[in-house]
């Protein structure tokens, strides 16, 4: 089966890795912004990382078969320093255009407060007359406000629903999110987040229109391997292929082709490492 991963720091990732995912399925990611484990001091270093995963990172996953496209932003994590979070959001526009920018994110709320609401706001209205997709992170504790917070500010800022994503969803966030026209995340990690079983139960109890499912791996303890965890559990479990495919490759590459941008080469063959490794 044909994977896409449509959340995954591979900065973070080694080269092992790359080959893993191509061995396994997967043909196409999507690297979103994020933090990066200390909260950085100026504008320039964020520049400099959507540089790095929107040019070097594209050609670094293109050597081992896949098609790597990004997102820019500042991260809710890092929305709390208004001063430094607007210096990035008055020179983030030419990124936002960039040919391998697919999306606005990850932006949203991380621990729910009046500063981070503004730059979600004002990030939003960056983004409003722009043909790109907006992935949006649920705060990771009291996940039930903070989803209801982000779907006030998201209907405030004029954006059309499917052109969202709303990521990290849990049986907490489901019954308020199912409702709308958002797509929904769920996200599978090896120790925290959901595992393969829980989003089983929340595919048979919700359907799977819409709903998109990613491993969302970084430096933390985390697997770019999920997303295959999740299709061989949910087959032994039952579910039929044509839904396991909605999950992992239809729903995603539908939410991603909201940019004209996203026209992810599946075809890509792994390259020799000794014609680039020096
Ligand atoms: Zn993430």
Redesign the pocket.
């Known amino acids: 089966m044909i994977i896409i991963e449509p959340?995954i720091?591979m900065v973070s990732r080694t080269t092992d890795d790359y080959q893993a995912m191509y061995a396994a399925g997967i043909r196409a990611c999507v690297e979103?912004s994020?933090w990066m484990g200390i909260n950085r001091t100026r504008a320039g270093t964020f520049i400099d990382y959507f540089r790095l995963i929107l040019d070097w990172e594209t050609i670094r996953a293109r050597r081992f078969g896949i098609d790597h496209f990004a997102g820019v932003s500042v991260n809710p994590k890092e929305a709390e320093d208004l001063v430094l979070a607007r210096e990035v959001i008055a020179e983030i526009g030419p990124y936002l255009d960039h040919p391998r920018c697919v999306a606005l994110g990850?932006v949203g709320l991380n621990a729910i407060t009046p500063n981070e609401e503004t730059i979600l706001a004002e990030q939003l209205a960056l983004v409003v007359d722009k043909e790109l997709p907006v992935l949006v992170?649920l705060p990771h504790f009291n996940k039930p406000e903070g989803i209801r917070r982000i779907m006030a500010i998201l209907a405030e800022s004029g954006i059309a629903d499917e052109r969202v994503l709303i990521d990290h969803n849990t049986e907490d966030t489901m019954p308020l999110a199912r409702g709308t026209g958002y797509h929904l995340g769920l996200t599978v990690y090896p120790i925290s987040k959901l595992t393969p079983q829980r989003v089983s139960h929340i595919i048979r109890h919700y359907g799977h229109e819409r709903m998109i499912v990613s491993g969302?791996a970084?430096w933390g303890v985390s697997d770019p391997l999920s997303l295959v965890k999740v299709v061989n559990f949910l087959r032994e479990d039952g579910h039929p292929d044509a839904v396991i495919n909605d999950l992992v490759f239809n729903n995603a590459n539908r939410f991603y082709a909201n940019s004209p941008r996203w026209k992810p080469e599946l075809g890509l063959i792994p390259v020799d490492p000794r014609e680039f490794q020096r």
């Open positions: 959340h720091h979103p994020f990850e992170h969302s970084d």
